[in-house]
């Protein structure tokens, strides 16, 4: 599987970006608020990226990205469909207007900020002309690499008995992740920006898997706990070849795919960060939070 680095597609990340937040911003306003943003998070599908269902008072409605057929639709419960292609040279001020209009067609009217947020940048959607590049083949290599992380993610977070999160997609910087919570709540503090505010409210670890749009500038998994990482954190001895601790701790997928057993040296790097987690932040229950599923084996193909 091809790595895609940063700089070969940060053109089309900028205004891709773009075009997801602005789906980002009609789930935020319209689904049910859950703890720590959690309802307002994509679903990862077979070609994309989905909001999941949204309600509004004339029903139903999705927004999704199709990576494979490159096109945005919008579809309700009556059967409605909007399909806007993704494409080269659409830039994210035209891309805005047409999405605001089609929503309004549909009947979803929906009044979001056009700021754009955990971002490079914050020129609103609508006056936004300079970012206009869609490469599809980097978008498909990309996706590529995010379906992988997506199943290795979810094989590490499935046995887990405590609270956490599904396999998110956050559309505010475009990297898929799960949370692990040791259930102590903390308290809000005022002075963080409201999104971070109220989407760190209680002791966690995440899990991750972010695009390389930072200093690291290529593909990687990575793996922190909240409050910051404390020393004894930091000193954590991952015994994954090649994965480090810088801020986080941070496992390059080049790294990955060049040992002999990418998907379980994945698993093995998620649980030293998870070990580690509970020790410094002394969880509690974590021989219920652990305790192996005893469910009946999954068979493939059943014989009739």
């Known amino acids: 599987m091809d790595i895609l680095k940063y700089e070969e597609w940060k053109s089309t990340v900028d205004t891709l970006g773009m075009y997801i937040q602005m789906a980002g911003k009609v789930a935020l306003e319209r689904i049910p608020q859950e703890p720590e943003w959690e309802s307002a998070m994509f679903h990862i599908t077979p070609t994309g990226i989905s909001t999941g269902n949204i309600f509004s008072d004339n029903g139903i409605f999705q927004i999704s990205f199709n990576f494979v057929k490159h096109e945005m639709v919008i579809h309700d419960e009556h059967g409605k469909k909007i399909v806007t292609p993704l494409r080269d040279g659409v830039s994210v001020a035209h891309f805005y207007k047409d999405f605001i209009e089609k929503l309004n067609f549909l009947g979803y009217r929906t009044d979001i900020n056009s700021i754009p947020q955990e971002w490079c940048f914050t020129t609103p959607f609508e006056d936004d002309i300079l970012h206009k590049s869609y490469n599809r083949h980097a978008v498909e290599k990309w ?105 986080q701790f941070i496992y390059k997928l080049r790294d990955c795919f060049e040992s002999t057993f990418p998907e379980e040296n994945a698993m093995k790097f998620f649980r030293i960060v998870y070990e580690a987690a509970k020790k410094v932040q002394n969880w509690e229950n974590v021989n219920t939070y652990d305790k192996p599923l005893e469910l009946p084996p999954q068979k493939i193909y059943r014989k009739h």
């Open 143 to 247: 996706f590529k690499l995010v379906k992988f992380a997506y199943k290795v993610l979810t094989k590490f977070a499935a046995p887990f008995r405590g609270r956490r999160t599904k396999i998110n997609f956050y559309w505010g910087c475009m990297d898929i992740g799960t949370v692990r919570y040791s259930g102590k709540l903390l308290e809000v503090d005022p002075t963080l920006p409201v999104g971070f505010r109220y989407g760190v409210d209680a002791e966690e670890v995440e899990f991750g898997f972010n695009l390389g749009n930072n200093e690291i500038g290529e593909p990687y998994f990575f793996g922190f706990v909240w409050p910051n990482n404390p020393e004894e954190y930091k000193k954590t001895q991952i015994s994954v070849d090649k994965a480090f601790y810088e801020n």
